[in-house]
């Protein structure tokens, strides 16, 4: 198929922490006539170039008329349209609007691996997984794994590193690998998989801007702050027991956090592939580790 044959994209999440950054990369880009499907009841503010199509999730004909004539779905739906299960209902609907490919809402850890997928949280995308592989012979799909986003996840604490207080937790001693991305490079693996479908339909494609541990992290980060942090350890088997007792208590935020850590510092492989990557594929520009902490701590101090 000709990179013609992938004009019309229909973003989906078009105003979270990724799908931001996706829609404004997908702008940049003339090659693609980009759509945002939004919530009926959505107050996000998109830019007045973009077609915005608002529906009821709960009516399926209005999704599939919003669908119809667009060429590939991209799903960047983050917490609250997982556990509402959007992913399975855009699948469903796409597949009866002939969409011709779909890019779901994977863009973490591997969701394929046994770990991870046994979580409880995970049961949405594991059965939207299930539904493409099943229908792949009337539309493609592409799975993509980045690991957790760095710059985000550091820029925030949620990867356990208090940059005003210079304090991190260390979970395993801080010693186990992880493979994580960049928001920017998300973005710009979306774009060339979009340009290559032949290296990614009907894949799981890998990505990551570094496999590292948190020790060396912790390591960057008291060089750019020039400061000895303060340090407390978590186990990743107590995590895991925390967010299952958070979890099933009702704290879902809190519980699938504590799961989380245990996936991206366990060491048993969900986190970790950088045995798999296709970024040089891709034709990813490469980032080095120490650059990405560089530019978390001087944002930090631009706050």
């Known amino acids: 198929m000709t990179r013609d044959t992938y004009r019309n994209v229909l973003l989906v999440g078009g105003a979270g922490?990724?799908?931001?950054?996706?829609?404004?990369?997908l702008l940049e880009d003339s090659s693609f006539n980009v759509t945002v499907l939004s919530r009926l009841n959505s107050n996000s503010l998109f830019p007045s170039n973009v077609k915005v199509l608002k529906v009821d999730y709960s009516n399926k004909n209005s999704i599939i008329e919003s669908l119809t004539g667009q060429d590939v779905v991209i799903s960047a739906v983050g917490g609250e349209g997982l556990s509402e299960n959007i992913d399975m209902i855009l699948v469903?609907?796409?597949?009866?609007?002939?969409?011709?490919?779909?890019?779901?809402?994977?863009?973490?850890?591997?969701?394929?691996?046994?770990?991870?997928?046994?979580?409880?949280?995970?049961?949405?995308?594991?059965?939207?997984?299930?539904?493409l592989k099943k229908n792949e012979s009337k539309m493609a799909y592409t799975f993509i794994t980045t690991g957790t986003f760095l710059?985000?996840?550091?820029?925030?604490?949620f990867l356990g590193f208090d940059i005003p207080n210079r304090t991190v937790t260390l979970y395993d001693h801080g010693e186990n690998f992880f493979s994580a991305t960049t928001l920017s490079s998300v973005v710009k693996a979306v774009v060339a998989i979009l340009h290559h479908p032949q290296l990614a339909q009907n894949k799981r494609?890998?990505?990551?801007?570094?496999?590292?541990?948190?020790?060396?992290i912790l390591q960057l980060f008291e060089k750019y702050t020039n400061t000895k942090w303060t340090i407390k350890h978590m186990s990743t088997d107590d995590s895991f027991k925390?967010?299952?007792?958070?979890?099933?208590?009702?704290?879902?935020?809190?519980?699938?956090?504590?799961?989380?850590?245990?996936?991206?510092?366990?060491?048993?492989?969900?986190?970790r592939f950088d045995d798999k990557l296709s970024n040089k594929a891709l034709g990813l520009p490469s980032i080095q580790p120490e650059e990405i902490i560089k530019e978390v701590v001087q944002r930090c101090k631009t706050l």
Not at 93 to 100: E, F, G, S, T, Y
Not at 245 to 269: C, F, P, T
């Open 17 to 25: 922490d990724l799908g931001k950054h996706i829609l404004f990369g």
């Open 92 to 131: 469903e609907c796409a597949l009866q609007a002939d969409v011709k490919w779909f890019i779901p809402s994977q863009f973490v850890s591997d969701i394929s691996h046994p770990f991870y997928s046994s979580l409880p949280f995970t049961t949405p995308k594991i059965e939207t997984m299930e539904l």
């Open 151 to 157: 710059d985000w996840g550091l820029d925030n604490g």
């Open 205 to 216: 494609i890998y990505i990551a801007d570094a496999t590292m541990t948190q020790n060396e």
């Open 242 to 271: 925390q967010g299952a007792e958070n979890y099933a208590n009702g704290d879902r935020r809190k519980g699938i956090h504590q799961y989380l850590m245990s996936v991206i510092y366990n060491g048993k492989g969900a986190s």
